[in-house]
């Protein structure tokens, strides 16, 4: 929840509508907690996404932020299960490759945005359109690449300063 009023402050200006940005971090957040996490990591995302919509961010109805949470948790869930399932990724992603990531990242761009715009224009809220999904889905990607170069580049100085080839020995 924190890292989504963060990213709100950091990006505002970047914001095409409410709730949709050129840039959206939590984007990489949601993707690396289901990685991780699975089906533990999506319930939580979605609670958070409840809590964030229906009592602060948008003030909705709770139908509405309902559906969002649903879609802020399985979305990347999805993604997670599309490549585990098509591409041979073993469950412990051991052997995921940066190309089966950006297959996940994009896999997971297009179901969330496409997703929240649905959602969106179906209940009736101002951000469910075209162009909104277009600028969901960019930030999504944009986003999940942010966080996972930070996250890449930080175990790669973590294991510098440890003088390791890897982080587990």
Not at 85 to 97: F, G, I, R
Request: glycine share 8%.
């Amino acid at each position: 929840m924190a890292f989504f009023y963060l990213n709100q402050y950091i990006t505002l200006p970047l914001e095409d509508a409410k709730g949709v940005n050129w840039i959206f971090l939590p984007a990489g957040i949601r993707i690396f907690i289901t990685l991780i996490l699975d089906y533990s990591g999506a319930l939580g995302l979605a609670i958070a996404s409840l809590l964030i919509n229906y009592i602060g961010f948008y003030e909705l109805d709770f139908t509405s932020a309902l559906g969002i949470a649903v879609i802020c948790g399985v979305a990347p869930l999805l993604g997670r299960h599309f490549v585990i399932h098509n591409l041979k990724v073993q469950a412990d992603l051991s052997n995921l490759s940066l190309k089966q990531l950006l297959l996940i990242i994009l896999a997971y761009s297009l179901l969330s945005s496409g997703l929240h715009q649905l959602w969106f224009a179906a209940r009736g809220l101002d951000s469910g359109s075209w162009n909104h999904f277009i600028a969901m889905f960019c930030g999504d990607v944009a986003g999940s690449i942010l966080f996972v170069a930070v996250i890449k580049y930080s175990i790669d100085l973590v294991k510098g300063r440890l003088g390791r080839e890897n982080l587990i020995e």
